[in-house]
């Protein structure tokens, strides 16, 4: 397996200040997973449904030829739905509900044939649940971990257990705060990595995102878009982008990285500009390779003054 | 005259969370005037204060080669004073005084040396003494504006007339959303751009720069600092250093207004590093070379996969 995606599966009701849809297909799996194949192949997902997850979502998963071996279903329950309501501006979003429902007993079992993958994305999930998938696969597979302000909260040494093991941690501005209670990006990036990753990815949703290794830093902004219509799954298509990226890769290295973080934007900006997943999984190739050209035109710097 | 800079002079109380000084140095001709002259030679200041502006701030603006022919002294009057006190994040500022003084009766005078300047920075000033302004000088001057929520809410009428009439307009992001009412920057740029100027640059603090000009766009992040002192300054520095390298420029196309931008967010990065332009004024050539090529090593992209 190139890519390894454990997360949710999710029906999703969403509504922004122009539109409002129902049971639309979701869960960080969902977002991750799509993104992931478009750099990579094959990409398989571990995740856990109910009876009622619908055949032509199931079916939309496949024939984007993902490997769900190790999707299981449980039967007499209902899959994980959320719901979500975006304010004028996009960047507050309030929960307007949460029912766990298969979620609450979703013990992700990594199948054999995935053991060996290149990239394991670790989507957001309970701390305690990513460190049980993490024993599973390889020391070698390189690790690439979300989290969220609840585990941040309440299950702190969890998660420090987990930043303790994984290669790299991608989340928001206001996680790596919350984290590490420094205002400052940049103070705050070395101190999240003084906590065990090896790699930081602080995402800045409109503003672009800034990778850290070692003592080294790259910045990349978001692409320019004149709409956004819906960011749900826009951080975990970064993930996956990111993930899809890397496991091309025979050296993970600055190089790697920086390109790994270029592809994350650059697929983050397509699923941001529609309701849903489903646009992102008619995306091709020639898409991405077209919107990171374009991307690179509005980001790269001319020759400076000689006389300076 | 390279660059031709009407603003204020003022003295400054700041206060941040960590420091604390009265009668600083300030005013937007200072900070724009000490950024343009690391760019380029000579630079001349139309300005006013009173008579209990300090010689030693006379001297150090003399001394950083700065031309004073159009800095008028009002014996009788106080010189311009404001205060400001930073929130712990440093993005928000309170205003705890204004004293117009000497400012109140300023009618800028361009001395006839600087009439045929390469470039003209118009800093934060009501929007007719800035028109009266423009009204002195060739009409080949590149004109480079800023204003304010105030003149925004308060003379848009005025406003609008001088936005009709310049080369390029320089705000913040808040301000671009003002006047426009539209929250997503790439659609505000587009309209403020429909209002007159050429040239649109919209400064989003730590989060860096957007260059508009016809349908083109060029992104630019904040230099990465793990510690912000004093952001007093930086916008007007931003537009200083932009000027500074504009008036290098032959020609004024795509890349040499990149170049300026450039310049302006490189040279605002080592503003906010301390409190007031004293450190601002010592800063060479060398500097502005050193981190201009520090700050291209951390937007730089690799090449991206070529199977892509």
Redesign the interface.
Known sequence: MSVLVVGTLALDDIETPSEKAEHVLGGSSTYIALAARL?TAPVGIVAVVGGDFPDKYRQLLQSSDLDLTGLETLENQDTFAWGGRYR???NIRDTTFTHLNALAEFNPLVPDTYVDSNVICLGNLPPKTQSDTLDQVSDKVFSACDTMNYWIENMREELDGVLSRIDCLLINDEEARQITGE?????AG?QVLALGPKILIIK?G???A?LFIEE??????SF?????RDPTGAGDVFLGAFAG?LS?ESVIGL?AL??AV??GSTVASFCVENLGPYELAELT?AD??ER?KLF?G????????E??
């Open positions: 750099l004028t501006n996009m205002d400052n990006l940049y103070a070395r800045k409109e503003h672009g800034i080294q830093v790259f910045i990349v902004p320019p878009l004149k709409e956004v990226s091309n190089d920086k390109r270029v592809y190739n991405i390779r990171s690179r509005v980001t790269e710097w001319p020759a400076l003054h006389h300076l």
